[in-house]
């Protein structure tokens, strides 16, 4: 089967496994609440910034997409902690979370550091 290159990029891969997972929670958290639409978002902007920046020639504009997907993936644990404090999930649902999220964004750094070595982050 063909691919896209961007669907090789393990960091892709689990954002999408992260997108699923995601949306198996919102199933479960009220529609009317605030951080819904925020986590949904969010959690789907992770892998489209992930294609779009693997798509760019330069250095700096690869880079600039996969801070916006680095960004949008800690924005989703903000997401998970005000879910946790307004008691909408459990402290283990968050952790779980969060322990995908911190994987996807270690990645994300890495394929910064690799794309743009002299780039401090």
Request: with cysteine; hydrophobic share 40%; proline share 3%.
């Amino acid at each position: 089967m063909k691919q896209f290159d961007h669907e090789k990029l393990t960091v892709y891969q689990h954002s999408i496994k992260f997108v699923a997972w995601a949306a198996e929670l919102l199933e479960s958290v009220p529609k009317s609440t605030a951080v819904y639409d925020q986590l949904d978002r969010a959690s789907t902007s992770v892998p489209l910034n992930i294609a779009e920046g693997n798509g760019k020639s330069t250095p700096k504009d690869r880079c600039k997409y996969f801070d916006t997907a680095r960004g949008s993936a800690l924005e989703c644990a903000a997401c998970l902690d005000v879910l946790l404090a307004k008691k909408k999930i459990n402290s283990e649902t968050a952790e779980n979370g969060k322990a995908l999220l911190i994987e996807i964004v270690s990645m994300l750094i890495g394929l910064i550091r690799s794309t743009s070595p002299d780039r401090k982050i």
